[in-house]
């Protein structure tokens, strides 16, 4: 299928009036880390000139710093000093990848879990054959020995040992705590591919990517909260299925350099950022959309 680029999307005072709704959390997150409004317009500063030098270049033509200054609206001066390469987004720590893949192991591999994705209580260690956490972790990684797996495990609240020597999954391995480097570059991953899937929809025809939400407005406070429980519910089902399937065809899968990834979200909020609506245009209890972009 021929997918091209569409016209510009929005006007520049509508992506004005759009990015102020789609900026606020990153705002918000920004002051709450410290990272003040100098420091971050000098990220912007970079960011725009790596984009313009990547994705804005004339086929076939070297990328000017001229061209890059006309585009931007950076000075010339100032795109020639920052024109440095590429701003790479930082890869995910060796230890905190092995810990993820284990983990989807455990919550896959029919020896490790049960039919419901449960992962099972595993003993420390089992006769050959029989399944243990010596034989999950040594099923994804010969580097590490599993007693130094445990032991880290225990100390960061994923994995719990009972009384039968039994090694239990804990609910920090499917939420790392708010200081972990997981959870930072989950954070990140996320975002960006879940960013990146909007903007390629908005900005190519027929939209690439699958996106589809479902909203309903003027609910009560109680159903909303009816309504999130079961989206948690549903939505932890999908994923455990989705995880089984991609660990099944992982064994005879030959390997390349393609990614896949999907993700989901729940919002519930008492009074959302500007949800209201006009008075003359206010939506019936219940009124839904499902759908985006794709």
């Known amino acids: 299928m021929t997918r091209n680029r569409r016209p510009a999307p ?43 030098e990547k994705d804005f270049a004339l086929p076939g033509k070297t990328q000017t710093d001229s061209r890059i200054s006309l585009i931007t609206g950076i000075h010339r001066k100032d795109v020639s000093r920052l024109r440095t390469g590429d701003m ?16 989807a192991r455990w919550l896959a591999d029919p020896r490790y ?58 609910a920090a391995a499917i939420v790392p705590d708010a200081g972990d480097e997981a959870r930072h570059h989950f954070f990140t991953r996320n975002l960006t591919h879940h960013v990146t899937v909007s903007v390629e929809n908005m900005l190519t025809s027929p939209p690439p990517f699958f996106e589809r939400a479902v909203h309903y407005n003027n609910l009560s406070p109680e159903l909303a909260r009816t309504l999130e429980q079961a989206s948690r519910d549903e939505a932890m089902q999908m994923l455990l299925r989705l995880n089984r399937i991609a660990n099944e065809a992982l064994a005879t899968d030959q390997g390349g350099t393609a990614t896949w990834s999907t993700g989901i ?30």
């Open 10 to 52: 929005f006007s520049e005072d509508a992506l004005q009036k759009t990015l102020v709704r789609v900026l606020q959390p990153l705002v918000k997150l920004a002051l709450a880390s410290g990272l003040t409004f100098p420091a971050f317009s000098a990220l912007l500063r970079r960011l725009f000139i790596d984009v313009a």
């Open 88 to 103: 790479p987004m930082p890869s995910l720590p060796a230890p905190v990848s092995r810990t993820s893949r284990i983990i």
């Open 113 to 170: 879990c049960g039919e419901n994705g449960l992962p099972k209580p595993l003993p420390r260690s089992a006769p050959d054959g029989e399944p243990s956490f010596e034989t999950l972790v040594g099923d994804v990684t010969r580097d590490l020995h599993p007693r130094a797996v445990l032991d880290e495990w225990r100390d960061r609240g994923i994995a719990s040992l009972d009384q039968d020597d039994h090694v239990h999954l804990g």
């Open 265 to 294: 979200y729940i919002f519930r909020a008492a009074d959302a950022p500007g949800a209201a609506a006009a008075p003359d245009e206010a939506p019936a209890p219940g009124d839904a959309t499902s759908g985006g972009k794709a």
